[in-house]
């Protein structure tokens, strides 16, 4: 989630006029006293009433006349509380009731499980990271804004299916220093995952603010609350591959530099990692920043370009795709595409190998973690090629408007050395952006065109040899022991053979092991296209 939060920018201003036209007094001693001047009495009384009349009436002007400042910016039909929450609004959480619910969420259900408050819960990673550890029995309470950066409605279906399986969802802010002391008040949380921010480099050219508000002081605000809490949570939050920006060498590894940031979300980012090392420092927070790579999948953003051209192809509207200037030649714009499942193990990694916060009572007792991670796929694809394998999933042939990329905070490539994950989280990412993809086609369809989901599966199961195919390898998975299994195929990779995943196998299978020394060929089924 990626919480857009409105403010009152004109406040700010208004303190400062008043400050400008603050009336000056200058004392003057006997010595200073000007000369006795002579007025007419009628003209002094004329000048003295209309001048009590003019004030009176700027006065009354004043009082009336509603506040200049912007109101805060909400969705439609939407009942969050922004950021910017004026002394009038409504607490939207507290009571017995609500007490209730909030500990029965955080309640741990495996022997030395956590208990994890997940920020930006109704968001795109969120949503994923709150499922998966309450699968595996840890305690997990979710706490989102559910603001209009993006559809709210995609963030309320988020939310019903962590509903489904026992994960309440706290309609509220990061920066509500209230609410957040009564949640850590009610649940000794062990860890906070942290992934509430206003997300999008773009937007920043619109509404700069918002990723102040939530990147620093919503990062903050939490800080300030769980180094106040007893105990003090571990803390893993999300940063961002964007606080490379500039930076030329490749793969982006930790140690590369990151003072040269491309855009106001990467500043942000970059200073958000500036103050968790303070509350390290000071009190003692095990702090860990995880920098993810543009990650995709079921349930994803809207404003990513993966999903907006996926919408926009079925529509038939054009797509615009940025090259590059690459020397004396166009390149198009590459990125190290991460699915969804591979940067959720690394944030179940990284919960579990925090270690703990040192302070208490606000006092550090000694050192504490402090770690950065990269979590990307280590294998860039140009956009281009993105947009093919959309095509052919999709089975639309895209209207393309290739432009030069404008100077709006993007950057023309990434790719991720994650080297230091693989050693200290176990972190390996598995999944190929034609795998990914084909999961992310599936779900756009089936909740977004339900009509044209079952068309395309009517196509792929009308083809007997492919059924007969599919059946066949469930049934090989079966004999070979397996409860779940992917078929692949090995291809050649130079001087040795490589395995590779080619298709998933459904049915009575699901993704998980392989199934060796088994060759597919599709034949029209669209379960193993």
């Known amino acids: ?12 201003a208004a303190a400062g006029a ?13 010595h200073h006293r000007l000369p006795p001047r002579h007025h007419h009495p009628s003209l002094l009384s004329k000048l003295a009433f209309w001048s009590v009349c003019s004030l009176s009436l700027l006065l009354a002007f004043l009082l ?7 109101a805060p910016r909400a969705a439609p039909e939407s009942p969050r509380r ?9 607490a939207s959480w507290g009571g017995a009731a609500w007490e209730k619910k909030v500990r029965a969420s955080a309640r741990v259900r495996r022997a030395r499980g956590h208990s994890v408050l997940v920020t930006g819960a109704a968001g795109f990673v969120g949503c994923h990271a709150a499922a998966a550890l309450r699968r595996r029995g840890d305690g997990v309470l979710g706490l989102d804004n559910f603001n209009d950066y993006y559809d709210p409605a995609l963030k309320r279906g988020r939310t019903s299916l962590l509903a489904r399986s026992g994960v309440y969802v706290v309609d509220g802010d990061i920066a509500d220093a209230e609410l957040l002391a009564k949640l850590f008040d009610v649940v000794p949380f062990t860890h906070v995952l942290h992934l509430a921010a206003q997300a999008g480099v773009r937007h920043a050219l619109v509404d700069p603010m918002s990723y102040v508000r939530a990147n620093v ?51 942000t980012k970059k200073a958000g990692e500036e103050i968790a090392h303070v509350y390290n420092h000071i009190y003692g927070l095990s702090l860990t920043a995880l920098r993810f790579f543009t990650v995709y999948g079921p349930w994803g953003r809207p404003d990513m370009a993966y999903f907006f051209f996926t919408r926009d192809i079925l529509a038939g509207r054009p797509i615009t795709v940025y090259e590059s200037a690459g020397g004396s030649h166009q390149t198009t714009i590459s990125r190290d595409f991460t699915y969804i ?23 550090k007792r000694g050192p504490a973690p402090f770690r950065t991670f990269n979590l990307g796929n280590t294998s860039p694809v140009p956009v281009t090629q993105l947009v093919d394998l959309l095509e052919k999933l999709l089975k639309v042939k895209a209207v393309r408007k290739v432009v030069k990329m404008p100077r ?57 040899k492919g059924s007969r195919g599919r059946n066949a390898i469930c049934a090989n998975v079966r004999d070979h022991g397996l409860a779940e ?45």
């Open 408 to 464: 709006n905070g993007d950057v023309p490539y990434t790719h991720a050395n994650v080297s230091l994950a693989q050693r200290e989280l176990g972190y390996r990412p598995s999944t190929d952006l034609q795998t990914g993809l084909k999961k992310f086609v599936r779900w756009y369809l089936e909740y977004y065109h339900p009509e044209l989901a079952e068309k395309q599966k009517q196509r792929g199961t009308s083809n007997g």
């Open 485 to 529: 299994a992917q078929v692949g195929v090995t291809v050649a990779s130079g001087r040795s053979a490589k395995y590779q995943p080619l298709v998933e196998c459904t049915g009575s299978c699901s993704c998980g092991g392989y199934v060796t020394r088994l060759t597919l060929y599709p034949a029209g089924c669209d379960n193993f296209g």
């Open 64 to 70: 009336l006349s509603p506040s200049s400042a912007p």
């Open 82 to 90: 922004s950021l910017h929450t004026s002394a009038s609004s409504t």
């Open 1 to 12: 989630m990626a919480p857009q939060l409105t403010g009152a920018p004109g406040s700010a």
């Open 341 to 363: 499942d591979d940067i959720v193990k690394g944030c179940v990694a990284a919960l579990d190998t925090a270690g703990r916060s040192t302070g208490s009572g606000g006092k």
């Open 217 to 267: 002081a919503g990062l903050v605000a939490l800080l300030e609350a769980a180094r106040a809490a007893n105990p003090q949570p571990a803390i893993v939050w999300a940063s961002s591959s964007s606080v490379y920006g500039l930076n030329s060498h490749v793969p982006f590894s930790e140690h590369d530099r990151t003072d040269r940031p491309a855009s106001l979300y990467a500043a």
């Open 18 to 30: 008043a400050a400008a036209v603050k009336p000056q007094f200058h004392h003057y001693h006997h």
